[in-house]
T-cell receptor, first 113, second 112 residues
Framework: DAGVIQSPRHEVTEMGQEVTLRCKPISGHDYLFWYRQTMMRGLELLIYFNNNVPIDDSGMPEDRFSAKMPNASFSTLKIQPSEPRDSAVYFC???????????FGPGTRLTVL | AQSVTQLDSQVPVFEEAPVELRCNYSSSVSVYLFWYVQYPNQGLQLLLKYLSGSTLVKGINGFEAEFNKSQTSFHLRKPSVHISDTAEYFCAVSEDTDKLIFGTGTRLQVFP
């Protein structure tokens, strides 16, 4: 099993640009989570999906952030427009109903200049 | 609301010494507790978990943790650390195992 796949691994962009982060969960997993990790705030849950439906997006910081899951094998997290304070490592994780273990991807390190 | 407090942001220790990483949680209901480890430039991976039953939980790489309900703690321990244990350790709490609330992490630095 390839595990959770995230792309790109690194992204450097300029303030105001649109950024799209991608995630492919483990096959068969029906839950998908997006986290953000910063030095100041640690690891924060942004949003999670069950069977491609957003269940809790209370952690999404503001309207500039949006997430979609068009099918069971793909999700995106979009930031538009990006700001320097969005610089962080963004993790995607997946699990299946009945499991208590989340499997994390390697993360995308985003730098907004 | 749930919350997790990791009291130490950094813990330096010499190789082969014992270590304890502290974690306290707050919740109004029964909880599930987890420790995850993050090696440099990698995602998190599960170290161990407490769901129910025995309060002493054993995980991978020789780590163990003890759930103490009266003290609302879930401290992580290892009797003898290795250089390879150098990593960031995260305590997490959940009321339903779907949604995890993570602590701010403790960086364990093992010196030779």
């Amino acid at each position: 099993d390839a595990g959770v796949i995230q792309s790109p691994r690194h992204e450097v962009t300029e303030m105001g640009q649109e950024v799209t982060l991608r995630c492919k969960p483990i096959s068969g997993h029906d839950y998908l989570f997006w986290y953000r990790q910063t030095m100041m705030r640690g690891l924060e849950l942004l949003i999670y999906f069950n069977n491609n439906v957003p269940i809790d997006d209370s952690g999404m910081p503001e309207d500039r952030f949006s997430a979609k899951m068009p099918n069971a094998s793909f999700s995106t997290l979009k930031i538009q427009p990006s700001e320097p304070r969005d610089s962080a490592v963004y993790f995607c994780a997946s699990t299946h109903g009945g499991s208590d273990t989340q499997y994390f991807g390697p993360g995308t390190r985003l730098t907004v200049l | 609301a749930q919350s997790v407090t990791q009291l130490d942001s950094q813990v330096p220790v010499f190789e082969e010494a014992p270590v304890e990483l502290r974690c306290n949680y707050s919740s109004s209901v029964s909880v599930y507790l987890f420790w995850y480890v993050q090696y440099p430039n990698q995602g998190l991976q599960l170290l161990l978990k407490y769901l129910s039953g025995s309060t002493l939980v054993k995980g991978i790489n020789g780590f163990e943790a003890e759930f103490n309900k009266s003290q609302t703690s879930f401290h992580l321990r290892k009797p003898s650390v290795h250089i390879s244990d150098t990593a960031e350790y995260f305590c997490a709490v959940s009321e339903d195992t779907d949604k995890l609330i993570f602590g701010t992490g403790t960086r364990l630095q093992v010196f030779p």
